[in-house]
Structure formats: C-alpha cells, structure tokens
C-alpha cells in the first residue's frame, strides 16, 4: 500500500533555531501534500496545502513565511519552520494524495517538535 | 460554527458494550465522509469510509444522513484494543479536496 516516511519523529531545537521536516513518497506519486498541525487535545487543523511545482496555499492565520513549504518533486516535500518559538511546539503531520484515487489519502507518521 | 463537530468525551465503556458516536458537518458540498482512529501521539489511521448507503466493516457500523449533514459510528463488542480517539473527517470538496478534521470523541473501554 502507500506509504509516506516523515521524518524527524522528534526534534528539541533551541528558540531562534529553524527545523525542516520530511515527507517522502515511497511507492507513489504524490502530487498534493496536506501539512497539518496538532496541539494537545485538539484535532488536526490544516496548514497548508502544496502541489507539486507550485506554490502552497496557506490557510488564513498561518503564516507564509514562518512555515516555509517546498515540494519540488513528486515523491518530496518539506516544511520548515523558521525562526521557532516555544509557541511553535506541536505535532506536525503530512498527508499525501497521489494520481491514483484508490490511495485515499496517506499520512506520514508525524513530528513532535518541542522547541526550549 | 465547526466545520465538524463531534462530542469530543471521554466515552468510559465497560468492554463488550456497544459505543456509539455522532459528527455534523456545515458544509453542504462536501464529498466524502470518513472515520480515522489516532492513538495518543501517533498519526490518524483510516478506520473506514462513510457511504450514503451505509457501510458496515467486522464490528463497526457506519451512516451519513446528507440532508441532516449527521455521521455515525457504531462500535459493537469494544475491545480494550478499540481505545483511541475516533476523528470524523470530511472531504472540504474543491479544488483541493483537503480533508477537514473534527475534534474527535474519546473512547475508554474499561476492562
């Protein structure tokens, strides 16, 4: 089945720092990439949504230039968060859609950043 | 008002009981309806797709009501193992087709 490898699993960076989190594709072909953000005890809520060689689509509040969204291929994104602040601290998760409809909708294992 | 509300719990069921919970979605135009489970800090997993028709998968019943714009699960027989919180999940339609997140119900199934 569809598989997306996302990593870091879990990062601790310093205030200041920026950290950049991995998505790939490993069977299939993702043209979209969801990026997600979860805070504790509450549900996903959507950052942005990026096709391949274009630019991503923020959601209102996110913030374009914080959270640095590339997807240059068909089996990579990466989101970096700039300039982290300890309000920054969350899980972050990738979903991909592929060409195919039967792959639904594959998420990656997630990030827990704490940024200290 | 959400774009999909859920009782977000705890449900504290004794094991073997049968659970159910609820979703409403504001969205009229949305597409597809699913139920993802997501276990304490890890990613959601697709627990089912929700149809028109009903869909049942081993001991989960799910239904979509479009004109309520109201999803349901039904869990019979919990199993300690079912624990985990149950996000009800639409498909926003569009271009972009993103998935919009509920805030998900908590099931506890006690031994």
């Known amino acids: 089945g569809a598989v997306v490898s996302q990593h870091p699993s879990r990062v601790i960076c310093k205030s200041g720092t920026s950290v950049k989190i991995e998505c790939r594709s490993l069977?299939?072909?993702?043209?979209?990439m969801f990026w997600y953000r979860q805070f504790p005890k509450q549900s996903l809520m959507l950052m942005a949504t990026s096709n391949e060689g274009s630019k991503a689509t923020y959601e209102q509040g996110v913030e374009k230039d914080k959270f640095l969204i590339n997807h240059a291929s068909l089996t990579l994104s990466t989101l970096t968060v700039t300039s982290a602040h300890p309000e920054d601290s969350s899980f972050y998760i990738c979903?991909?859609?592929?060409?195919?409809w039967g792959y639904g909708y594959t998420f990656g294992s997630g990030t827990r950043l704490t940024v200290v | 008002r959400k774009e999909v509300e859920q009782d977000p719990g705890p449900f504290n069921v004794p094991e073997g009981a049968t659970v159910a919970f609820n979703c409403t979605y504001s969205n009229s135009a949305s597409q597809s309806f699913f139920w993802y489970r997501q276990d304490c800090r890890k990613e959601p997993k697709l627990l089912m797709s929700v149809y028109s028709s009903g869909n049942e998968d081993g001991r989960f019943t799910a239904q979509l009501n479009r004109a309520s714009q109201y999803i349901s699960l039904l869990i019979r027989d919990s199993k300690l193992s079912d624990s985990a919180t149950y996000l009800c999940?639409?498909?926003?339609?569009?271009?972009?087709?993103?998935?919009?997140f509920g805030t998900g119900t908590l099931l506890a199934v006690q031994p």
């Open positions: 069977d299939f072909q993702a043209t979209t």
């Open positions: 979903s991909a859609r592929g060409t195919v």
């Open positions: 999940v639409v498909n926003g339609g569009g271009a972009t087709n993103k998935l919009i």
